[in-house]
């Protein structure tokens, strides 16, 4: 597979321009792009978004595979990004809207699936290096199967389009004004600590407080992953006996423990044990949360990630600020900020168990 530091060498980037083309630039046009195609989506028929979506994804990654300059990259990025966005966030929506009186479940088995593909995505790319065909070849490969799933989407049921041209006029702006909704997805946006950003933040850690050469950080890693993965399918079991909001306090109250504990773990052993309790216990918190924010506009899922868009600014300028605490103080304190997600989340559950 490629590193980070490899794909800035091989298209004479630094690491600032790397990032500016995978993140900042796709992210910033995603957020100008990606609301109106949302709103459109409760309006209009549903397949076409998703499949549309998909198909733009695997173009885009295949693209950005065979990228040698870093403005083919940006913009296969961008196409893949976009894509991502009409394809994943709507096909959550859809679920969410064809199990109304059972979000939360739904939720959990859709959040389980995207855990297994988190640890088959690297092992698929390590297999194309492992026979020495190298990771463009594999992002090749994962694009054209895109597209073909997207093909096949034809013949899939869709749930019809969940409100009129005339009730979706406006929709964004009255649902940006509804207390309650924006609400839940500020804590939403609270459970992207603990996802692609803990992970950054973690390997740094391993490497310099524990020494841990890339083997052994890819192993805890992977812990965490697979401790996701138990905790998402233990979310659908749990929530046949326990409220969703009580889950979701004792899942944040552990998570906030077992976080602090992995944060001091003095060895290689007992931090990929932590780490998968970490992920285990972090597992429930997006679906239960996600549930609720679907709720509060009920026919209007695309309308509600729309909406969700409010917090892409603060969400892409988070890395950098923890990226500076790192550098002035150290990885453990920038891992011990992304703690708000589980306190956060806690109190935001105790308070609705109050209520």
Partial sequence: MVSFAELAESLELGTAGLAGALLFVPGMLAMLVEPWLFVLADRWPRKPF?????????????????????????????????????????????????????????????????????????????????????????????????????????????????????????????????????????????????????????????????GLDPAARSLVIGAGIVGAIAGAAMTERLLARVDAMRLLFGSSVACALALAAWIVAPDAWSSGALFALVGATAAPMYPLVFARAYAALPGRSGTVHAAAHAFTPVMLALPVGLGWIADAWGAHWALGALLAQPVGLALIAAWQVRR
């Fill in 50 to 210: 998703v499949a549309g979506g998909l198909a733009a994804m695997g173009i885009g990654i295949g693209l950005a595979s065979l990228a040698h300059d870093p403005w083919v990259l940006m913009g296969a990025v961008t196409l893949a990004w976009i894509g991502s966005g009409a394809a994943v966030a709507l096909g959550q929506a859809t679920l969410a809207d064809a199990r109304p009186d059972d979000r939360e479940r739904a939720l959990a088995r859709w959040t389980l699936a995207g855990e297994v593909g988190d640890l088959a995505a690297p092992l698929v790319l390590g297999v194309f290096a492992f026979v020495g065909w190298g990771w463009r070849a594999g992002g090749v490969a994962v694009g054209a199967l895109l597209v073909v799933w997207a093909l096949g989407l034809g013949t899939a049921p869709f749930p019809p389009p969940g409100s009129t041209e005339d009730e979706a006029e406006g929709s964004l702006r009255e649902a940006l004004r509804h207390r309650g909704l924006m609400g839940w997805l500020a804590a939403a946006a609270l459970c992207e600590l603990l996802d692609e950003i803990v992970v950054v933040f973690a390997s740094i850690h391993l490497r310099d407080a524990l």
